[in-house]
């Protein structure tokens, strides 16, 4: 066996596990419950329009599709882990819309060149493991001219450092991959982007999470939907030292985040980087 034909296989066995990683756990339930608002604030900075042809990569249970498709756009739903897709379409038919659902490699997407109006991602894309290999494609499926649109959770964000928190507790990275939070980095977005595209504009901004009431609230919830807390808690398996250990860092680190509003309510705000751009026209000679 060749070396280029081993990489292929521990790619393909690193995507499975990634898709068994988030079809665990809820994370429809948990993108609804919590998030629901950031994928019409994706659509609306990318400017969607009726007509336009849309692609969201890594859509999850389309949390930025679906809105996307109530603008009467035409729209492609993908993602690594259809086991997601059900729930989407639930949501879609509950908001009268239609779109269509496809599985997909991030770093591999199955469209032409050039084919698409828009072409975003909300907390998705960031968690393909070789950025510029998905940044590559993003590029490429979109037309000249056409809207690059990411919404992603930043290192310095309440996200970022749940990640930090549990790096020391998980398996290491395989060779080669980038931890997600760092496209939530400006410099680091553009790096990957690079002469690809023009008009980059970025801003940083909060969302506002009042579900969690007391820092455990939030470890309870994650540690049932969240797919990637839930893998590090399988990796610790039945140690429970580490087990604990675990559970107090998150904790300690949701307490820190948590404030209170008012007599009853408490308040989370957790950092995103939102970032578009347009694909630069070829040049000419």
Not at 53 to 67: E, K, Q, T
Not at 120 to 130: D, E, I, L, R, T
Not at 133 to 145: H, M, N, T
Not at 170 to 197: F, K
Request: aromatic residues 8%.
């Amino acid at each position: 066996m060749n070396d280029k034909t081993e990489a292929t296989e521990a790619d393909r066995a690193l995507k499975q596990e990634h898709r068994a990683m988030w079809a665990q756990g809820d994370y429809p339930a948990l993108a609804s419950e919590l998030v629901s608002d950031l994928g019409a604030i994706l659509v609306d900075v990318c400017g969607v329009k009726p007509r336009h042809r849309v692609l969201d990569v890594a859509a999850g249970a389309g949390n930025a599709a679906i809105p996307a498709a109530m603008m009467k756009a035409d729209v492609i739903a993908s993602d690594l882990t259809p086991e997601m897709f059900d729930a989407g379409r639930r949501q879609a038919a509950d908001r009268g819309v239609e779109l269509e659902w496809q599985e997909a490699d991030a770093e591999a997407l199955p469209f032409q060149d050039n084919e698409f109006d828009v072409v975003m991602s909300c907390q998705g894309v960031m968690f393909a493991p070789h950025h510029q290999a998905a940044a590559d494609e993003l590029v490429r499926v979109c037309k000249p001219d056409g809207h690059i649109g990411l919404l992603n959770w930043t290192p310095e964000g309440f996200i970022g450092k749940m990640f930090d928190t549990m790096k020391p507790f998980a398996p290491p990275p395989p060779p080669g991959t980038q931890p997600p939070p760092l496209w939530g980095t400006e410099d680091h977005v553009r790096e990957l982007l690079g002469s690809n595209v023009t008009d980059v504009k970025a801003e940083k901004r909060t969302v506002a999470i009042t579900s969690f009431h007391h820092p455990e609230d939030f470890l309870h919830y994650f540690k049932s939907h969240y797919g990637p807390a839930i893998s590090v808690y399988k990796f610790l398996g039945e140690d429970q030292d580490k087990v604990s250990a675990l559970d107090k860092a998150l904790t300690e680190l949701a307490d820190t985040f948590l404030e209170a509003h008012g007599d009853t309510t408490a308040q989370m705000e957790w950092e995103y980087l939102l970032l578009t751009a347009k694909k630069a026209r070829p040049a000419t000679s």
